[in-house]
């Protein structure tokens, strides 16, 4: 990372003793070049396009579905065009209880965790079926629909349409009752859906999606099952190929949680309906949405498409060598304000993850201290007190877990005191949990469900039952050596000054050694430029109103950033230009800046 220099001008209010600009943008909307004409919008739209498309004589049409896409207003729109043969795809899929049966040995009998599938598309399928429906396709007439999960696999068609969904609005519609894939699990519990998604059904589906980036004819947001929105396939190329050469922002959603706090509803201005909101993803390619604009229509896709189609670009030659099509970096953040401690809890070493769930690196990660409770005393639990007992605190642990006493935390636990703007490392293996009263913005790998909750404050979740413990895996990766002294030595109080001038300071915050990520704060009341160096960047404005982001040689338009909202620079960009604007023009600001080291 380098600089240049040149000279610029930010203010902001202050509520409950903490910033508050009022400028958080909840659904920042990407605009894209030259397209304008190639977004259409609702079901009529739809079967008027479909029309448009037939020609005389015979015309298939396939219409491929995202586990969770709601077939069923699909096929009531398409029953309405007379088509001389409808074909489901899912009628070719095994059976419930085969399909447990292939996904049995990835679920495992865990709870949360299961191993990451390899198992494709195609696996869900009787073959024989396939080859049945394939016949039916080719002695037809007319027109032919094939429509469902999976329909790509019996035939492309003439014309191929896949329906796209997000993980979010997925989650929210199986709080919702809907079951997962092909299965009639309504009733269970979200762990048990959100594991078969994210461990299963996600994996097979987009490496199925994949498949057709380059060959599909139309892409449609079906995150909204009354109102599709439906962009042409040319359109949703170019649009990826615009985003991963310029800077951007993914939709950011929020949920309460047991300890979560009061924060991000002031200063992001979120709704008053929930108790709380512990946590947001802002900055999770993997699971957050981009908002395409295509002039006065707004479609939404998942950002891990961006990721698969595009990863040179966004990720850098480096990076994409060594990750491969994965984004390997996550900004979220972390409210406790008025709320209660995190589980105390640690992460899974690399070879323990490798070996047991079939990731390829690990949950490393910080904690950014984005703000504090004025006059309060913040922490957060790291490490262990020099001397311990192993045996006797994991022994108190299982007590603990059992019911019979209360966890003594402050015994075995390092407390240590954070303030606004402290920066503290968490290589895997370390114990932690960040204390009430603190709004952190966690910087870290981003397989990010691996946490090993050892001890839950005696809590239930927000759904009144037993939060998941453990213990046995948390066992195996504690890393016992990490004492009081080892962590105020390797990962606390680590910030370094790199260069300093009048109006531009830049250190290095992190991460640890053992991190691939590093980390630099930059603070500065002027233009600063910095190259990419070969990797994508993922950016927070920790302090200050409003920057906007420029090309020093003009490759794309300035892009306004403000106060806490994370974005992203893809390595394509090669370098950018930070300035104060807006509300902190000539102001001081800060901005904290993650790459692959």
Not at 197 to 215: L, P, S, T, V
Not at 362 to 385: F, N
Not at 421 to 450: R, W
Not at 570 to 585: D, F, K, M, V
Request: charged content about 25%; some cysteine.
């Amino acid at each position: 990372m380098i600089h240049k220099l040149s000279i610029a001008k930010g203010t902001g209010t202050m509520s409950n003793g903490y910033a508050k600009y009022g400028n958080y943008d909840l659904s920042p909307r990407m605009k894209v070049e030259g397209l304008d004409s190639e977004a259409i919008v609702g079901y009529g739209a739809l079967v008027a396009e479909i029309e448009k498309c037939k020609k005389q004589g015979k015309m298939i049409f396939t219409f491929d579905l995202y586990p969770g896409v709601d077939k069923d207003s699909l096929l009531a729109q398409l029953e309405t065009l007379n088509p001389d043969l409808m074909i489901e795809s899912e009628d070719c899929v095994l059976t419930k209880e085969e399909l447990s049966q292939l996904f049995e040995s990835d679920m495992t009998d865990d709870c949360v965790f299961g191993i990451m599938t390899h198992k494709k598309m195609i696996d869900c399928f009787v073959q024989q079926k396939l080859d049945a429906a394939r016949q039916k396709v080719k002695k037809a007439d007319g027109t032919v629909f094939i429509v469902g999960v999976g329909a790509g696999l019996i035939s492309h068609g003439d014309v191929y349409f896949y329906f796209n969904i997000s993980r979010w609005e997925i989650q929210l519609r199986y709080r919702g009752g809907m079951p997962n894939w092909h299965c009639d699990n309504t009733d269970a519990p979200i762990l048990v859906k959100y594991k078969r998604g994210f461990f299963i059904e996600w994996r097979i589906a987009d490496n199925h999606k994949k498949n057709h980036f380059d060959d599909l004819d139309y892409m449609v947001d079906a995150n909204d099952p009354d109102c599709p929105k439906i962009i042409t396939g040319n359109a949703y190329r170019k649009a990826l190929d615009q985003i991963s050469r310029r800077p951007f922002r993914v939709k950011p959603y929020f949920d309460p949680g047991v300890w979560g706090g009061q924060w991000m509803r002031d200063v992001f201005g979120l709704p008053k309906n929930a108790p709380n909101y512990a946590w947001s993803f802002d900055g999770v390619p993997e699971e957050n949405s981009l908002l395409l604009q295509f002039g006065g229509t707004v479609v939404e896709i998942p950002c891990l498409d961006l990721v698969l189609y595009r990863p040179r670009q966004l990720l850098g030659e480096r990076v994409h060598g060594r990750f491969g099509a994965e984004f390997p970096i996550r900004f979220d953040l972390l409210d406790t304000m008025g709320g209660g401690n995190l589980s105390l809890q640690v992460h899974p070493l690399t070879e323990y993850i490798q070996e047991n769930f079939g990731m390829n690196y690990t949950q490393d990660e910080s904690y950014y201290i984005l703000d504090t409770v004025a006059g309060e005393e913040v922490y957060v639990y790291l490490g262990l007190k020099e001397g311990i007992d192993r045996n006797a605190m994991i022994a108190d642990l299982r007590s603990t877990e059992k019911g019979d006493a209360e966890f003594q935390v402050e015994k075995y636990i390092n407390r240590v005191p954070v303030k606004k703007h402290d920066h503290i490392q968490i290589p895997s293996g370390t114990i932690h949990c960040s204390g009430k009263n603190s709004m952190v913005l966690e910087i870290s790998a981003t397989p990010y469900i691996f946490t090993f909750k050892l001890w839950d404050w005696g809590r239930v979740g927000l759904d009144g039952k037993p939060r998941p413990i453990h213990i046995d895996h948390g066992e195996k990766n504690i890393q016992w050596d990490r004492d009081t002294k080892w962590i105020y030595n390797n990962i606390v109080g680590q910030v370094k000054v790199c260069h300093e001038e009048k109006g531009f300071t830049l250190e290095r915050t992190g991460l640890h050694a053992r991190e691939f990520i590093v980390t630099y704060r930059s603070t500065f009341n002027k233009p600063v430029t910095f190259l990419c160096n070969d990797s994508v960047h993922v950016l927070n404005l920790v302090d200050g109103g409003q920057i906007t982001v420029t090309s020093p040689k003009g490759d794309f338009a300035p892009f306004d950033v403000h106060y806490a909202e994370t974005f992203i620079i893809p390595a394509n960009a090669n370098e950018y230009c930070l300035t104060p604007s807006g509300i902190s023009q000539g102001k001081t600001v800060k901005v904290i800046d993650a790459s692959v080291r």
